[in-house]
């Protein structure tokens, strides 16, 4: 069992910034994939970046160059630097990692509320 830690969720105007935090607790199997993921009301939960145990990245096309997914291999910790927010990018928060197991093992955190106001 694997739970999941965030932080760093608020309000902020548009056009600011926020960075996420999300710390697991120590696994004996190791963590693989770690990443963050978002749902507005009335809107599936969809991928916002990921990060592969080797650093590899991936983003949706929407937070592009706006948003830095980073981790922590040491500490079990995945950030989520957010730049330029808009008020699309109003949403809960969910950072997730996925165990080195067959079939995989995802956790889930309990989310954290980002609001960005215009």
């Known amino acids: 069992q694997v739970q999941l830690v965030e932080s760093g969720g608020g309000l902020v105007q548009a056009g600011g910034s926020l960075r996420l935090s999300c710390a697991a607790s120590r696994s004996m199997i190791p963590i693989n994939r770690m990443g963050w993921y978002r749902q507005a009301p009335g809107n599936q939960r969809e991928l916002v970046a990921g990060?592969?145990?080797?650093?590899?990245?991936n983003y949706a096309d929407s937070v592009k160059g706006r948003f830095t997914i980073s981790r922590d291999n040491a500490q079990n910790t995945v950030f989520l630097q957010m730049n330029r927010l808009t008020p699309e990018d109003t949403a809960v928060y969910y950072c997730?990692?996925?165990?080195?197991?067959?079939?995989?093992?995802?956790?889930w955190g309990q989310g954290t509320q980002v609001t960005v106001s215009s």
């Open positions: 997730n990692a996925v165990l080195v197991t067959i079939p995989e093992t995802t956790y």
């Open positions: 990060i592969s145990g080797r650093g590899n990245t």
